[in-house]
């Protein structure tokens, strides 16, 4: 494997000569390496892309191209580093954005930011609120994008589409699960007809599109040792949706007090200073830009990504555990219940979400 590695990433246009590959992190899709150059050259990110999960990774790699350079020239424009500030797609000695591998792998590299944390936890609100100023940043930057985009994931935040794969999925009950599950089956049924309507007014054109992230957990978003947002990373589904999902899904990420897949879920609820706090960073750098149509849906947008998020891996577990990596059999269930106790917590606060929304929005705009 690291004679096949290192062959992979000599491939890619490198300021220097490697000195080590190592494996990184833990994410749900991709492999993740760090490749050690010599000498004071940049060290960089190796990532064999998934293709169960992305079927076209040139067009993911050009979307990434397309979205980094935008941003870079504002970083520029700004007096800011272009190195840390935005991530850096290092491409093949022919040019290429990412390279094939005999086994029909996709492999993409980029410029590795160091002195920076990520973090896979909030652990208080002045971290949220700097995540929430982070995304706000992002958003902003990419306000005056207009180039197309490739849809990498079909319908990856559009809840009708889910329903489509959701009900191909009860139907097929291809691990033989579907019975023992009726109550969280419910949980989805109950609550269809409230995430059409919401999507529904995305398809209507009531809220808007633009360039978002789409999976703004929080250990996508690179910090500096002062605390300070530097970048988002991850960019693999970067695409046009509403800003609001990037919204809910960090709030899903960052509020939550126990952890995504907890199995106690005493532990699991949604904490309602971290929710001021980021929707707080979040609207300082983003309320006057935003439509009215965005900031009155902007709470629901939590409940929307996190139902959306208890549907995914209760259709993974169905499906037989085929899209999310997992550490034990019954991981995907346990995720499910995990982010369902944090949907109702939502539930729940819901009238103090939307009144502390109303107050930032007072703040800010
Ligand atoms: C995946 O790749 P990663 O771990 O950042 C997933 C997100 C989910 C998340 C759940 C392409 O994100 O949509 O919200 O897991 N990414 C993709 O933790 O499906
Ligand atoms: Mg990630």
Known sequence: MK??????????????PIAAINSLGDGFINDTFIV???????????QRKNKNIFPDVPAMMENIRKVTEHIRRGVVAAGGDPLREVMTVVPTHDGALCFEDANGDFWAVT???????AYNKADSPELARKGGEGIGKFQAQLADFHEPLAETIKGFHNIRHRFVQWDEALAKDAAGRVKELAEEIGWIESRRKEMLAFW??????TIPTHVTHNDTKINNILFD???????????????????????GDAIRS????????????????MSIDMFRAYTEGYLSQRAAQLVDSEIDNL???????TYEQVLRFLMDYIDGDTYYKIKYPEHNLVRTHAQYKLLQSMEEQYDTMCAIVREAVEKYR
């Open 36 to 46: 050690r150059t010599e000498g004071d050259a940049p060290d960089y990110i190796l």
């Open 3 to 16: 004679n096949e590695l290192r062959h992979i990433a000599s491939q890619f246009d490198l300021a220097a």
């Open 200 to 205: 529904e007014k995305v398809e209507d054109g």
């Open 111 to 117: 410029v590795f930011i160091a002195d920076t944390v």
């Open 254 to 269: 960052y509020t939550n007090t126990g952890d995504e897949d907890d199995r106690d879920l005493a532990r699991v609820s």
């Open 299 to 305: 709470a629901f947008s939590a409940r929307y990504i």
């Open 225 to 247: 040792k002062n605390g300070e947002v530097l970048c988002a990373i991850d960019l693999d589904t970067v695409m046009n949706s509403t800003s609001l999902n990037d919204f």
